[in-house]
């Protein structure tokens, strides 16, 4: 009996020990929980992956888009131009002739070319109506790339700048860059003037890179052969280590950098049309030098 209670003492001693083993073994190493956390983990960050990859889906396809939109709009209007200007060109030879006809005293021949004239010039201003309803629409296009919390911050801004003296500002959306994506969240503002614009917009729509020195507050632009640095604490400018002199300084508006929109333009080789009737500016990458300068027309009487 006692051989007996023995034997089965150790039994128990061994089923106990080896249970206890088990169970500390299993709570150890937990085998299945890492596979689970993982792929947890994983099954987040490709649900992560795929949000992010829709949304800039979206995003990316809203943006093509509105550029096929707006490119879509700048041909018909450049072809309207195109036609504006041989119209232009017709309208100063028959003008020409006009006057040498006069010269020559020919009655009928004068009154023919008046009656041309006058035809051609309904014609143009059909033209240029046409391409005012065209830039009016590349506006709307334009408004419609700001979500309803941006137009909303510009219009603080708007408010602010124009309390200012002899400042008033330009909608962003009056604003082209041919073939160009640009966002502003500070408008382009007139000043004195001249059209000052955000000096990180134009030189990144234009592939231009800008860095800023805010120890000794200097704006570096770089495109190609060029390097143009705003010394923002003097109010000095260097074109390639040169000094130049520019008519309106650059400054800091709303902690933005702005600069005059001609002076870059000069720099940078682009070509500049303001147009006064619809208060409209259009950027475009060219070395024209006789449309460069018509940012003189918003100069105040």
Do not use: C, H
């Amino acid at each position: 009996m006692k051989k007996f209670n023995k034997v089965l003492a150790m039994l128990m001693i061994f089923v106990l020990t080896f249970g206890f083993s088990a169970v500390s073994y299993a709570e150890d190493t937990d085998l299945t929980a890492p596979d689970s956390e993982v792929e947890e983990e994983v099954t987040e960050d490709v649900d992560d992956e795929e949000v992010g990859d829709k949304g800039r889906g979206k995003n990316k396809e809203m943006r093509n888009a509105w550029k096929l939109e707006k490119q879509l709009i700048e041909q018909e209007k450049d072809q309207l131009e195109e036609l504006k200007d041989q119209l232009e060109e017709q309208l100063e030879a028959l003008e020409a002739e006009l006057e040498t006809a006069k010269e020559a005293g020919d009655t009928a021949l004068i009154e023919s070319l008046r009656a041309e004239l006058e035809a051609l010039k309904v014609e143009k201003d059909t033209y240029t109506m046409d391409m005012r309803n065209k830039l009016a629409q590349m506006k709307q296009i334009a408004k419609s790339r700001y979500t309803d919390e941006e137009l909303s911050q510009l219009n603080e801004v708007y408010k602010s700048f124009n309390n200012l003296k002899n400042m008033r500002t330009i909608p962003v959306e009056n604003v082209f860059f041919k073939n160009r994506d640009v966002k502003f969240d500070t408008p382009p503002v007139i000043k004195e003037g001249r059209t000052l614009i955000p000096v990180r917009a134009i030189t990144e729509a234009m592939g231009a890179t800008v860095t800023w020195n805010s120890e000794e507050k200097l704006v570096t632009i770089v495109k190609d052969d060029k390097t143009i640095v705003f010394d923002l604490l003097n109010n000095i400018t260097y074109v390639n280590d040169v000094e130049v002199a520019i008519d309106v300084p650059a400054g800091v508006m709303n902690n933005r950098t702005m600069v005059p929109l001609r002076f870059i333009a000069e720099n940078l080789g682009l070509k500049v049309v303001w147009d006064e009737d619809t208060q409209t500016i259009e950027v475009d990458e060219d070395n024209a030098e006789d449309e460069v300068g018509t940012d003189d027309a918003t100069e105040e009487s």
